[in-house]
């Protein structure tokens, strides 16, 4: 762990340097409850119209602008990353409230729909409204994006949140809510923290002021937090597990392709749910493909030090799954990059070629920087490679083939699907991400993240204020005898 509890306090370390990044109070018991009821029962955000709610995000998003450097200076502190990634983690969350403020007001207004063979005499519309309060539960590997990014789809939408963020990296979120509060005190229950362990998550979960559950995390974890919102009959949206594959066709630009390679492996030392951990490479072109590698490789180290381009690992256990998933691979090479001796806790940018059909690497979510290498003869032997295992969050495609890129693009099973390029898709707030199988359910981004966060209300309405309708029991006789003649003649 890089936090330990003590005195009903969180200590954050530096997974970097092993030095303290702070420390910070657990939520207390009591102090949950009155979060939750107060989260429960304030509808002060969700009386505000859509457009009342974008100028006041707009005040947030600039006070955020405003500490960009304490930002990146906290995340570092308690993940390790380079400032780089710090600073695209605040990139990222911008254009993401920038994005959905933009398209928020069409999507949320109130949408006509036909009405069928009653168009002239009925006219209906469907209303999203809030659901209430949204649980947002995130993990540690994003601090900022990963929590910030649902809660503000949440917000548009209308809904008072409830953060629980990772114990490993909570120091991010305190920070948030201090912006928050100071941007918009008028409605500092509308979003509010909550810290402690798995076990607070579970509780928030249970309260029946919680109205929809956002949880991004493992597939282990996720299947859990499934389960007690199944027995609650509370929606959850679950974006959870990737062992992201990549396939590099013979006629792809293979300097790009071998840069894309280095960097969806090893960005955020690979500690990303979207992270290119198999990479499948046309039989043709698979030396060169390594041999473009190993040049890239010498370019990278992992450490500590500022010229360093690979930060640490965040957490201790997922550092000795990375170490064992090495160990047990039984790839044909092992190809290591550079990592410098420090306190810190580190990997070394690391390339298996042709691993084991049976190792743990094949079957389990690394989360390090670590990127397996296979060969393909044929696009169908490489399609059937890449989506075994029923984990479906994204994949990507490097080649000029039209017809083969969209052969891919049809048969890999994956959320989202990148051509010639990699990771790119999660910054486009406009579209919509997620899984399915063992990756997720539900969506998150672009409209359908926004909507995902409300209740779909029907409305129809009467034009022509008769004392009766046709079908009523006083004319059941004529309607009986026009429907038989109409029937035929309209379907």
């Known amino acids: 762990m890089t936090s330990k509890i003590k005195d009903h306090s969180l200590h954050v370390f530096n997974p970097a340097t092993n030095k303290s990044a702070g420390n910070i109070d657990l939520t207390t018991q009591d102090q949950i409850e009155e979060i939750l009821h107060l989260s429960g029962h304030d509808r002060s955000w969700s009386e505000l119209s859509i457009l009342k709610r974008v100028i006041k995000l707009k005040k947030f998003r600039k006070n955020i602008t405003k500490n960009l450097d304490i930002i990146v200076d906290t995340i570092i502190g308690e993940t390790g990353k380079k400032p780089v990634e710090a600073l695209t983690e605040i990139f990222v969350c911008l254009e993401s409230i920038k994005t959905l403020s933009s398209i928020a007001p069409e999507t949320l207004m109130d949408q006509p729909r036909g009405t069928g063979v009653l168009t002239f005499f009925k006219k209906a519309r469907v209303v999203f409204e809030p659901m209430g309060t949204a649980a947002i539960i995130s993990p540690w590997n994003y601090p900022l994006i990963l929590p910030l990014c649902a809660s503000i789809e949440a917000l548009l939408a209308g809904n008072n949140v409830v953060l629980k963020p990772s114990e490993q990296t909570p120091l991010t979120t305190v920070l948030l809510k201090k912006i928050w509060d100071e941007s918009l005190p008028e409605h500092i229950n509308t979003f509010q923290i909550v810290l402690g362990l798995g076990d607070v998550a579970e509780k ?8 929809v559950v956002c949880f991004t995390g493992s597939t282990k974890i996720g299947k859990k937090v499934a389960v007690q919102c199944a027995s609650l009959l509370k929606p959850a949206i679950l974006e959870m597990g990737g062992v992201d594959p990549m396939v590099v066709m013979d006629d792809a630009n293979l300097e790009r392709a071998a840069k894309a390679i280095v960097w969806g492996s090893f960005s955020n030392a690979g500690q990303t749910c979207i992270s290119t951990e198999r990479v499948y490479i046309q039989e043709s072109i698979f030396e060169d493909v390594i041999s473009l590698l190993k040049k890239e490789l010498l370019k990278l180290s992992s450490g500590p030090d500022s010229l360093s381009q690979v930060g ?49 690497i094949n079957t389990e979510e690394t989360f390090g920087p670590v990127v397996c290498l296979y060969r393909f003869e044929d696009d169908a032997a490489a399609v059937s490679m890449a989506n075994k295992g029923n984990y479906n969050l994204s994949a990507s495609v490097f080649g000029k083939n ?4 969209n052969y891919f693009v049809k048969c890999l099973s994956a959320g989202s699907i990148s051509v010639n390029d990699v990771q790119t898709q999660y910054g486009i707030a406009s579209i919509p991400f997620g899984g399915t199988g063992k990756s ?4 998150r981004h672009g409209k359908e993240g926004l909507l995902a966060y409300t209740n779909h209300k029907s409305v129809l309405e009467n034009i022509f204020s008769l004392k009766w309708e046709l079908w009523w029991y006083d004319l059941q006789r004529t309607y ?12």
């Not at 928030?204 to 919680?210: E, R, T, V």
């Not at 997922?318 to 990592?339: D, P, V």
């Not at 039209?402 to 890129?405: D, L, M, P, T, V």
């Not at 997720?440 to 969506?443: L, M, P, S, V, Y």
Request: net charge positive; aromatic share 8%; hydrophobic share 35%.
């Open 204 to 211: 928030i979960i249970a309260s029946p002021n919680i109205n």
């Open 312 to 360: 640490a690992i965040c957490t201790y256990v997922n550092l000795e799954k990375i170490k064992r998933h090495i160990k047990n691979s039984g790839s044909k090479e092992i190809i290591e990059g550079n990592c410098e001796e420090s306190s810190g806790m580190f990997v070394a940018p690391t390339i298996l070629v042709e691993p084991a059909p049976d190792s743990p």
């Open 402 to 405: 039209k017809k083969r890129i």
């Open 440 to 443: 997720g359910i539900g969506r």
């Open 480 to 491: 009986y005898r026009i429907a038989k003649k109409f029937i035929p003649w309209i379907y």
